[in-house]
């Protein structure tokens, strides 16, 4: 029982982290006229900070040592990680549309192996190729809603190219995560929100004076709330962990699960249909999965 629970619990983790940032996602979408996108990432962090902060700081002053000889690193993910990417999701939120903001994240795995191999040098067998091809195709097909002349269709704007900036980057951050100094997983949490915070606060006073304050209204609160604790510390607590578990290739594919996540959530909030190819992009999705991550069979017993 606990080396089935052993070989399950990164992969339980890595199922989360794509749960709680389609929400995100969604929540973008829907608060976009109300909070502009660097106030709703600098309050996200400060929040997150503000929450984990109380637990952690005993174990941020032991960790301090080995976070001085990582500082290049942290300060990389925390720039990577915290600061640019849900702050480049929320501003394309502004200027694209959600289903173009899903496809550009289902490049996020190919993106990660990609840039594993260049600075790492990190390889993939056939068997795990054709895994992520397998992955690829079952979230395109729920972005796309089976339909290809849906991809034939899409224009374009401002706010793509802002989404594939942010995928770029998250897919950066997950393959540096192996760079990590030696801290304790709250430690790094706690440095990398901060280190966040500290970039986003001048583009967030910039933002301020040009852009009208967000109104501290029920459904602004709700929302902060939400992004500063489900997205935010409990998806980067098991992504981070998870990463650490299996690594960042084959945890990128967990990514792929995002659009499943949205179009049921679409389905539930908004009281859309869930189609046909929402259940065979899943399939795809899940044995790309499943393939990627599976042994190779050993040549003796």
Same mark, same amino acid.
């Given at each position: ?66 976070? %001085?000889?990582?500082?290049?690193? #942290?300060? *990389? $993910?925390?720039? @990577? ?6 702050? +480049? &999701? ?89 760079? %990590?100094?030696?801290?304790?997983? #709250?430690? *790094? $949490?706690?440095? @990398? ?6 970039? +986003? &606060? ?95 069979? #050993?040549?003796?017993?």
């Amino acid at each position: 029982m606990s080396r089935l629970r052993n070989n399950l619990g990164p992969y339980l983790l890595l199922s989360l982290p794509p749960l709680f940032w389609a929400g995100n996602a969604v929540l973008a979408r829907g608060v976009a006229d109300l909070i502009p996108p660097v106030a709703l990432a600098f309050w996200r962090w400060a929040i997150a900070l503000a929450l984990v902060l109380p637990f952690t700081w005993r174990q941020v002053l032991r960790d301090l040592p080995q976070a %001085r000889q990582g500082w290049k690193a #942290l300060l *990389l $993910l925390g720039f @990577t990680g915290i600061a640019c990417f849900n702050t +480049l &999701l929320y501003a394309a939120a502004h200027t694209t549309s959600a289903i173009n903001i899903a496809l550009m994240q289902t490049a996020m795995p190919a993106l990660i192996i990609l840039i594993t191999f260049v600075l790492f040098r990190e390889r993939i067998g056939g068997h795990q190729a054709f895994g992520v091809a397998l992955a690829m195709t079952g979230a395109i097909a729920i972005v796309l809603r089976g339909e290809l002349r849906t991809f034939l269709e899409l224009a374009f704007a401002q706010g793509d190219l802002l989404m594939l900036a942010a995928t770029l980057l998250y897919a950066l951050y997950s393959a540096m995560l192996r760079l %990590r100094p030696a801290i304790h997983p #709250l430690s *790094l $949490l706690t440095l @990398t929100f901060l280190i966040g915070v500290v970039f +986003l &606060l001048p583009l967030y006073a910039w933002e301020a004076l040009h852009t009208p304050a967000p109104p501290l209204n029920a459904k602004v609160l709700a929302s902060l709330a939400y992004v500063a604790v489900f997205p935010s510390v409990l998806a980067y607590l098991c992504w981070n962990r998870g990463v650490e578990r299996i690594g960042a290739n084959r945890a990128g594919l967990f990514i792929n699960l995002t659009p499943f996540f949205a179009s049921a959530m679409a389905a539930f909030f908004l009281g859309e249909t869930i189609r046909g190819y929402h259940l065979a992009g899943m399939t795809l999705i899940l044995s790309g999965m499943l393939l990627f991550n599976r042994r190779r069979a #050993l040549g003796t017993r």
